[in-house]
């Protein structure tokens, strides 16, 4: 093997061993909402909200924490973050720019019927034996992950809000 492909195992080692770390060994466990056993077990729309309001913020932190390390590691000078701006796939979709915004969005907007979203295209990229190919992949991916678990964690954030304290806090 040379070691252009030494190289390229090397690095896709290291992103997985990053990956696995901050995933796998941060020593988060699931916890039960309700005791083992139990029946008929009824949790509030509180205590579920709550739940999913930490683990959004949870994923969210682990997202950005997974795309700075591997900007600093790998993407330093590279001009990736000009390319990666609009590039997300999920950027098509209508969502509110900021807070002001959100809260004139209805809780149930409708169902659009033969709506049409757009895929992650990425696979190929992060495939090629071009390193700034792939690295620019990895990087545009661990980009949207941040972007979208950040969006996610806001609205859920405002969802509880409206819903649990009806819109007063």
């Given amino acids: 093997m040379d070691s252009k492909g030494s190289s390229q195992k090397g690095s896709l080692l290291l992103l997985l061993l990053l990956v696995s770390n901050l995933l796998l060994c941060k020593s988060v466990a699931s916890l039960p909402i309700c005791p083992s056993g139990a029946v008929n077990c009824q949790v509030s729309l509180r205590d579920l909200f709550d739940r999913a309001v930490i683990l959004s913020h949870y994923i969210h932190n682990l997202s950005s924490e997974m795309f700075n390390e591997f900007d600093k590691r790998y993407a330093q000078g590279r001009g990736f973050i000009t390319k990666a701006i609009n590039s997300c796939h999920t950027s098509s979709l209508s969502t509110p720019e900021d807070k002001e915004q959100a809260q004139q969005v209805h ?52 969802l509880k809000c409206r819903i649990i304290y009806d819109s007063n806090c």
């Avoid at 757009?118 to 696979?123: D, E, I, Y």
Wanted: charged share 25%; proline share 4%.
């Fill in 107 to 158: 809780v149930h907007p409708g169902v659009k019927e033969n709506e049409v979203y757009s895929v992650w295209s990425g696979l190929p990229s992060l495939q090629m034996a071009d390193e700034d190919t792939r690295l620019f992949a990895f990087y545009n991916l661990l980009h949207c992950l941040r972007r979208d678990s950040h969006k996610i964690d806001s609205y859920l954030k405002l």
